[in-house]
C-alpha cells in the first residue's frame, strides 16, 4: 500500500520561510515525476512545483525564485522549501507522486496524493 505523508506546515508571517518534508512507503521515490500541489481556500488543486525521476525542477510562476523541491532517494523523501512567503501561498499543500517518468502540470496526472499539510502566511 503506498503511503505519502507530508509534515512541517503551520503559520508564519509574510516574508518568513518553512520547509515541507513527504515520506513515501510503499513506494520508490524517483520511479516517477513527483510534485507539490496547493488547494487555496475557494480554489481548486495547482501543481506548483515538480521534479523528474533524474532530479530536474520546475515551478509555477507564482513561487518562482521562492520555493525548491528536492528528493533524497536514500530516504525515500521528498522536500519543498519555501521562503519569502507571501499571504496568497496560504493554502493546503499536498504531495503527489506521478503516473508517468515525465512531468506535466496537470493535477490528474498524479496518481498518489498525500493527506496534505496546511500551510498559513498571515500578513
Known amino acids: 500500500q503506498v503511503q505519502l505523508v507530508e509534515s512541517g506546515g503551520g503559520s508564519v508571517q509574510a516574508g518568513g520561510s518553512l520547509r515541507l518534508s513527504c515520506t513515501a512507503s510503499?513506494?520508490?521515490?524517483?520511479?516517477?515525476?513527483m510534485g507539490w500541489v496547493r488547494q487555496a481556500p475557494g480554489k481548486g488543486r495547482e501543481v506548483v512545483a515538480i521534479i523528474t525521476n533524474s532530479g530536474a525542477t520546475n515551478y509555477a510562476s507564482s513561487v518562482e525564485g521562492r520555493f525548491t523541491v528536492s528528493q533524497d532517494t536514500a530516504e525515500n523523501t521528498l522536500a519543498l522549501q519555501m521562503n519569502s512567503l507571501k499571504p496568497e501561498d496560504t493554502a493546503i499543500y499536498f504531495c503527489?507522486?506521478?503516473?508517468?517518468?515525465?512531468?506535466?502540470?496537470?493535477?490528474?496526472?498524479?496518481?498518489?496524493w498525500g493527506q496534505g499539510t496546511q500551510v498559513n502566511v498571515s500578513s
Open positions: 503527489a507522486a506521478g503516473w508517468y517518468v515525465f512531468c506535466t502540470w496537470h493535477v490528474p496526472d498524479f496518481r498518489y
Open positions: 510503499g513506494y520508490i521515490l524517483g520511479r516517477s515525476c
